[in-house]
């Protein structure tokens, strides 16, 4: 909604801002261990914070807080993250994970692909979620109204956990 804030995490070169919520009124902050995809962010007219989400440093607040495609990056257990994403957010969490991913396929080249496209800049990230394995995951928080939907062509799932009261 207009005058929103919103908080992405692992935000990449900002592509969530550039396309969708640039020419919308609302406060966008890129969190992002990748020095260039911050740059960029900052660089289009929004705030981008080079950022390491695997320390315990409280994230900043923001009414929505956004992770796409990025959860596995904390497997064995993103619980602390999710946490933490709770902490912040003033109204809901968002996630988007991708459930059928081509580092598990049969092609050992598209296996090796993808786990190249993969790496924020700390190394090849090998575990992935499965759409029985992320439901899983979520099934912990059922004291938020959580809601979720597979995106048309089945790639991703994404969880929606209402933060307020």
């Known amino acids: 909604p207009p005058h929103s804030s919103?908080?992405?995490?692992c935000c990449g070169p900002g592509i969530l801002y550039q396309r969708?919520?640039?020419q919308k009124s609302v406060t966008?902050?890129?969190?992002d261990i990748n020095e260039r995809f911050i740059k960029r962010v900052n660089k289009m007219g929004s705030q981008g914070l080079v950022w390491d989400l695997h320390d315990n440093k409280p994230l900043p607040h923001a009414d929505y807080v956004v992770m796409q495609a990025s959860l596995y990056h904390f497997l064995p257990d993103p619980t602390r993250i999710a946490e933490r994403m709770i902490n912040a957010a003033g109204k809901s969490v968002i996630i988007a994970e991708p459930i059928r991913n081509l580092s598990a396929g049969s092609s050992v080249w598209l296996r090796k692909l993808a786990g190249r496209f993969s790496n924020p800049g700390t190394g090849q990230q090998?575990?992935?979620?499965?759409?029985q394995t992320l439901d899983r995951f979520?099934?912990?928080y059922t004291q938020h109204r959580v809601r979720?939907?597979?995106v048309p062509g089945g790639?991703?799932?994404v969880f929606i956990l209402d933060v307020t009261p």
Do not use: M, P, Q
Not at 6 to 9: A, E, G, R, S, Y
Not at 28 to 31: A, I, M, P, V
Not at 126 to 131: L, P, Q, T, V
């Open 6 to 9: 919103i908080l992405d995490l």
């Open 20 to 22: 969708y919520l640039r």
């Open 28 to 31: 966008y902050t890129g969190l």
């Open 126 to 131: 090998h575990s992935r979620f499965n759409e």
């Open 138 to 140: 979520f099934a912990h």
């Open 148 to 150: 979720s939907f597979v």
């Open 155 to 157: 790639r991703e799932k």
